[in-house]
């Protein structure tokens, strides 16, 4: 079946510090892959989103690529903020398939001043 | 737009009780998802609708939960009757299609945590 695996936390950086979050997915089909992100106590929200192999997603300094050959979709940022501490979703769906939608566990983030 | 509203924002009830959820999903989105968030099982889609017509319901646990959307602004989640493993953050969201598909960037609504004594 469909599912996403991240990489578990918690991840504790310095600001200005660089940052990767794993994701990898297991999928039949094409699926789209997302990030959301969580801030303590509001819903997820769309953070970036990539629809086909090799598209990049970027928002806020946040990139993640979509590569097929590892079937990856990793976040990255060169330098956090106190203000990105938040839990991080990998996410994957299937499009006019049966739009089956899997989120990952989650990976949160802390940022140290 | 006041994006998706959902109420309660928290509910404490005793096993046994009726509780329903609600949702408002932002105006224009004609797909409305609700999920369930909990410590041990992550993230779960539980059902979602389709222009106030449920599409796929198979995230739903059993038959004590039940889902509405009576109209294209309001949806409901009930639990008859609740037990203490109902407890979690329950969240719904809204899209309208793109070029992911039907489930294209979802908005969520802040959550109701429900607390099941």
């Known amino acids: 079946g469909n599912s996403v695996t991240q990489m578990e936390g918690p991840v504790t950086l310095s600001e200005e510090a660089f940052l990767t979050i794993n994701c990898t997915y297991t999928?039949?089909?094409?699926?789209?892959l997302f990030w959301y992100v969580q801030y303590p106590g509001e819903g997820l929200q769309l953070l970036l989103k990539?629809?086909?192999?090799?598209d990049k997603g970027s928002n806020k300094g946040f990139e993640a690529t979509y590569r097929k050959e590892t079937t990856s979709f990793h976040l990255e940022k060169g330098s956090v903020q106190v203000s990105d501490s938040a839990v991080y979703f990998c996410?994957?769906?299937?499009?006019?398939?049966?739009?089956?939608?899997?989120f990952g566990a989650g990976t949160r983030l802390t940022v140290k001043p | 737009d006041a994006g998706v509203i959902q109420s309660p924002r928290h509910e404490v009830t005793e096993m046994g009780q009726e509780v329903t959820l609600r949702c408002k999903p932002i105006?224009?989105?004609?797909?409305l998802f609700w999920y369930r968030q909990t410590m041990m099982r992550g993230l779960e889609l539980l059902i979602y609708?389709?222009?106030?017509?449920?599409?796929?319901d198979s995230g739903m646990p059993e038959d004590r939960f039940s889902a509405k959307m009576p109209n294209a602004s309001f949806s409901t989640l009930k639990i008859q009757p609740s037990e203490p493993r109902d407890s979690a953050v329950y969240f719904c969201?809204?899209?309208?299609?793109?070029?992911?598909?039907?489930?294209?960037?979802?908005?969520f609504g802040p959550g109701t945590r429900l607390t099941v004594l």
């Open positions: 969201a809204s899209s309208h299609p793109g070029l992911a598909g039907p489930t294209d960037t979802q908005y």
């Open positions: 999928a039949t089909g094409y699926p789209s």
């Open positions: 990539a629809t086909k192999a090799d």
């Open positions: 996410a994957l769906s299937i499009p006019y398939n049966n739009n089956d939608m899997r």
């Open positions: 105006s224009g989105h004609d797909y």
């Open positions: 609708f389709n222009n106030n017509v449920p599409i796929d």
